[in-house]
């Protein structure tokens, strides 16, 4: 009890960024969770947070300790859930959101199953490609793709996400197929342009380390539909998602390169505005989500 405690505290510290506040939430004095987190951090041997007179933030170990903590936490909630909910029906509006090209491809299909098993659950779908303020906008749920940045928000890994350098032969015929990520300048890049939400470039792994490009084309699109299209169709270079590309990779429409530079993958996540009672629906909804990704053989078949 007093190691889940331990864990309790250390997350809600790392997302209200204030022992003060990570009290409050727990109706506890501040000196509790400090020495919490104090036997924590003697147990493990490392330091998780670095604590100043103004601010506290998570150190290298901690950020990576706070993943598996959310993932713990949320697990044993979905434990006990499905133990207590028993023969409790999952009832009510579930308001989701998600990047529009993942969404149409990879969420919106699944819909149906999830309303079939839960008829008295009604669901909303909003597809966006900015990042969705879901706690003022009043989502229960967002599903993202990419790296998650630091924030109060519970985020929880769904399945691996890979990009790719890709291009259609016909371009690689005509321009040459680039053998390292420097080699981009001199070629034709389909970007997404800069009011879309990922801009941090396309990345790559040179000498061990994850290096980001910015490269450039004659054209860019906000749409990463439409980049796909005109990569297709034979336009650039084009820095795609697997669940995006893998059919048109299998069939030699597209051609992946620069695979010896790929990065390392990152993640697909639903993101909640809250961990602590969530709805037995969210619960509900999450496991359906998780049942699917984490199966090689949806990705396989949704790419087909």
Not at 55 to 63: D, Y
Not at 137 to 166: K, T, W, Y
Not at 202 to 221: E, K, N, Y
């Amino acid at each position: 009890m007093d190691r889940l405690k331990q864990i309790e505290s250390f997350v809600s510290v790392a997302a209200k960024g204030s022992l003060t506040a990570a009290a409050q939430a727990e109706g506890v004095a501040p000196a509790v969770v400090g020495r919490r987190i104090d036997a924590l951090e003697e147990r493990l041997g490392v330091k998780l947070l670095l604590r100043t007179t103004r601010r506290i933030s998570l150190t290298h170990e901690g950020s990576a300790f706070l993943e598996d903590c959310q993932r713990i936490l949320a697990d044993m909630a979905n434990a006990e859930a499905s133990v207590s909910a028993g023969g409790v029906k999952a009832s009510g509006a579930l308001r989701i959101t998600a990047p529009a090209g993942f969404g149409r491809r990879h969420v919106a299909p699944l819909m149906p199953g999830f309303l079939a098993r839960h008829p008295d659950v009604h669901l909303s779908l909003n597809l966006s490609d900015r990042v969705v303020d879901i706690v003022n906008e009043g989502f229960d749920c967002a599903v993202r793709v990419g790296d998650m940045p630091d924030s109060s928000l519970i985020s929880i890994r769904l399945a691996d996400n890979r990009r790719l350098c890709v291009a259609a032969p016909a371009y690689l015929q005509r321009a040459g197929t680039p053998q390292h990520p420097n080699e981009l300048a001199r070629h034709e890049c389909l970007t997404l342009s800069s009011d879309a939400s990922q801009t941090r470039g396309w990345a790559f792994q040179v000498d061990g380390a994850v290096t980001h490009l910015r490269p450039s084309g004659r054209i860019d699109c906000s749409d990463g539909q439409v980049l796909h299209a005109w990569c297709r169709q034979g336009l650039g270079l084009a820095w795609r998602s697997t669940w995006e590309v893998e059919g048109d990779i299998a069939a030699g429409v597209l051609v992946p390169v620069l695979e010896p530079f790929a990065a390392p993958p990152n993640g697909i996540y639903a993101v909640l505005p809250q961990r602590k009672h969530l709805p037995l629906r969210v619960r509900l909804w999450i496991d359906y989500l998780k049942h699917h990704y984490g199966d090689a053989s949806y990705w396989r078949q949704a790419a087909a």
